[in-house]
């Protein structure tokens, strides 16, 4: 059975960093495209990063770019999602997905989630 674990996330003051890891069992990530995805309560999920699993292309929303950076270590069968210059509005829930081959943004597309993990940012 296929398990997304994400680990990382926590309080960061404003200007700060986090790392976010999703680390997977039952599965050999390298073989699949992981995106990483953050949901506000009552807001529908929203794309933040991906990496593909045929060439590690990385892919961003337009909001994190250059401040955000989507990697994969596949001798741990992790994938991390370093976040730079944390702003207050980044507040929410992040979670970590996969799919045998889509590696865009709509979420409806990937087929395993994990639980989430918090990242709270104060100003």
């Known amino acids: 059975q296929v398990q997304l674990v994400e680990s990382g996330g926590g309080l960061v003051q404003a200007g700060g960093s986090l790392r976010l890891s999703c680390t997977a069992s039952?599965?050999?990530?390298?073989?699949?495209?992981m995106g990483w995805f953050r949901q506000a309560p009552g807001k529908e999920r929203e794309f933040v990063a991906s990496?593909?699993?045929?060439?590690?292309?990385?892919f961003y929303a337009d909001s994190v770019k250059g401040r955000f950076t989507v990697s994969r270590d596949n001798a741990v069968n992790t994938v991390y999602l370093q976040m730079n210059s944390l702003k207050p509005d980044v507040t929410t829930d992040y979670y970590c997905?996969?799919?045998?081959?889509?590696?865009?943004?709509?979420?409806?597309?990937?087929?395993?989630w994990g639980q989430g993990t918090q990242v709270t940012v104060s100003s």
């Open positions: 997905a996969e799919d045998k081959v889509y590696s865009g943004s709509n979420y409806s597309q990937y087929d395993y």
């Open positions: 039952g599965r050999t990530l390298s073989s699949f495209s």
């Open positions: 990496i593909s699993w045929s060439d590690s292309s990385t």
